[in-house]
Nanobody, 128 residues
Framework: QVQLVESGGGLVQPGGSLRLSCAASGRTSSPYTVGWFRQTPGKEREAVAALRWYGGTSTHYADSVKGRFTISRDSAKNTVHLQMNSLKPEDTALYFC????????????????????RGQGTQVTVSS
């Protein structure tokens, strides 16, 4: 089992920044794939970003966040971060991370069902 705990959410004004963290514990292994998704009531769940670690790193972003969000890993802490800049009201959502102990192919990154574990999420609210 892999346990995931998200943190870093909160209330921020439009144009502001937040850094979300996804701390993994338990039976993590390499290679692995981590995804960030967001969910808003009444809307479809949306993939935001993904990171694949396989000795090297590849990162992938949804078009809606490209250039504003950055996904990265802290190997010492087994944590994946999502730096979110230039936040917009439409970024408001519950953000959660997902984990798979293998390298997913790119086409599989965008569906949470392709991962084996997910966290409870952290709420991000962008409002003035």
């Amino acid at each position: 089992q892999v346990q995931l705990v998200e943190s870093g959410g909160g209330l921020v004004q439009p144009g502001g920044s937040l850094r979300l963290s996804c701390a993994a514990s338990g039976r993590t292994s390499s290679p692995y794939t981590v995804g960030w998704f967001r969910q808003t009531p009444g809307k479809e769940r949306e993939a935001v970003a993904a990171l694949r670690w396989y000795g090297g790193t590849s990162t992938h972003y949804a078009d809606s966040v490209k250039g504003r969000f950055t996904i990265s890993r802290d190997s010492a802490k087994n944590t994946v971060h999502l730096q979110m800049n230039s936040l917009k009201p439409e970024d408001t959502a519950l953000y959660f991370c997902t984990w798979k102990n293998s390298r997913l192919i790119v086409s599989s990154l965008w569906s949470a069902e392709n991962y084996d574990y997910r966290g409870q999420g952290t709420q991000v609210t962008v409002s003035s």
